[in-house]
């Protein structure tokens, strides 16, 4: 099976973690930010992931995917139950101020999915329509953080293991993970103790870096 994604798009890590998890091998592939044709071509609008399938068809959609490579390869892996509390706290880091941490510092890394200038500027001129100027996000990271850091604190009260967020795998790890794989990109963010575990153990289990090492 082949997978495009693009290295900072969170929906991607969600489709890349099963595979991990499940060590199944993908032949994962990082389309430019401002290639509209090859999405387009093969699930008819430009948006990633997009998981080739061995029977060639294309399946598009992030949890389609999981739920799709968790049950049709081998045992699933998935068998926790979402809980409340964590599923909320989710959905309250996928903000506004978490774009506006992550996009501006993205476009200045050197990921696959901006290795042009034209992709780079595709993905700027876009997310700056609706984030505002890149640099002055930059310059309001301390006031974003305002918007994340309570609510680390929050999850780092309700995380149950390392392995697993609310103790048994679930589609919560499928969908918190990426998010706080992004704000790793984030220099000086500092992660409660029990998050940091967190993502580092789950880093290791999907086989999915972080961005620690190339904060700014
Ligand atoms: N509901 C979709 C959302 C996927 C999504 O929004 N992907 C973004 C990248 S993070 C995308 O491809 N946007 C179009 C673009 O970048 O031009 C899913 O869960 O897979």
Redesign the pocket.
């Known amino acids: 099976m082949r997978l495009y994604v693009?290295d900072h798009?969170?929906?991607?890590t969600?489709a890349r973690m099963i595979f991990g998890l499940k060590q199944i091998d993908i032949d994962l592939q990082f389309l430019l930010?401002d290639d509209e044709k090859t999405p387009i071509s093969m699930v008819g609008k430009?948006?990633?992931?997009i998981l080739h399938k061995d029977d060639g068809q294309f399946m598009?959609?992030?949890?389609d995917i999981v739920k799709y490579v968790d049950n049709h390869n081998g045992q699933p892996v998935l068998t926790g139950a979402l809980l409340t509390k964590m599923t909320a706290l989710i959905h309250q880091l996928d903000n506004d101020a978490f774009r506006k941490l992550c996009s501006p510092r993205f476009v200045r890394t050197a990921l696959p999915e901006f290795a042009t200038a034209s992709a780079r500027d595709y993905f700027s001129d876009?997310k700056q329509q609706t984030q505002g100027d890149f640099q002055q996000c930059i310059e309001d990271t301390p006031v974003l953080l305002k918007h994340i850091t309570p609510i680390l604190a929050q999850i780092e009260k309700e995380i149950k293991s390392p392995k697993a967020c609310n103790g048994e795998l679930s589609i919560d790890d499928i969908c918190l993970f990426p998010l706080l794989r992004n704000l790793s990109i984030v220099k000086g963010l500092s992660f409660p103790p029990k998050v940091t575990a967190y993502m580092q153990e789950m880093s290791k289990l999907t086989h999915i870096p972080l961005f620690l090492d190339r904060a700014i």
């Open positions: 693009y798009c969170p929906y991607c969600r930010n430009k948006m990633v992931p598009p959609e992030s949890l876009k």
